[in-house]
């Protein structure tokens, strides 16, 4: 029971780390880019994939 509760809220925290990383991404790029760069808006989805992928590229691996 005690590792049912852990795993769920291990998904929870993440799913929460999600959002609060995504949404801010994704308002920023809708309120900046179309305006300066004349890029289109982009969804949650597509601002998750840009959170991932930066992380990706640009996390330091020298730990």
Do not use: H, R, V, Y
């Amino acid at each position: 029971m005690e590792l049912l509760i852990k795993i769920i809220g291990t998904i929870l925290l993440g799913i929460s780390l999600a959002l609060l990383f995504t949404f801010p991404t994704m308002w920023l790029w809708n309120w900046l880019m179309p305006a300066i760069f004349g890029l289109i808006k982009i969804s949650f989805w597509q601002a998750l994939g840009l959170n991932l992928l930066c992380g990706l590229l640009f996390k330091d691996s020298s730990k």
